[in-house]
């Protein structure tokens, strides 16, 4: 079976890091946007826990997970 392309991981990392301590601080006193930033970071939290999930199921399956770093990678071909 070809490889399975899927974002890598700092992905996920960078994009919290940005609005934990950059956005976040930012938005200062407003409560409805921090509420939503809130959100935010709770839903890509879970999206990289799914991915990890669906990793550690394609290992199981014997299934190469291809992680990219960008829409132009052309991963590795055997």
């Known amino acids: 079976m070809e490889?399975?392309?899927l974002p890598a991981p700092i992905h996920y990392e960078l994009i919290?890091?940005?609005?934990?301590?950059q956005?976040?601080?930012?938005?200062?006193n407003n409560q409805e946007l921090r509420q939503?930033?809130?959100q935010l970071i709770i839903?890509?939290?879970k999206a990289a826990a799914q991915?990890?999930?669906l990793e550690e199921s394609c290992q199981a399956s014997s299934v190469e997970v291809d992680h990219r770093w960008?829409?132009?990678h052309l991963g590795r071909r055997s």
């Not at 919290?16 to 301590?21: A, D, G, S």
């Not at 956005?23 to 200062?28: E, K, L, R, Y």
């Open 36 to 38: 939503q930033v809130s």
């Open 70 to 72: 960008s829409l132009n």
């Open 43 to 45: 839903t890509l939290r």
């Open 3 to 5: 490889q399975i392309p």
């Open 16 to 21: 919290l890091q940005l609005l934990e301590k």
């Open 23 to 28: 956005t976040m601080s930012a938005i200062n």
């Open 51 to 53: 991915q990890k999930r």
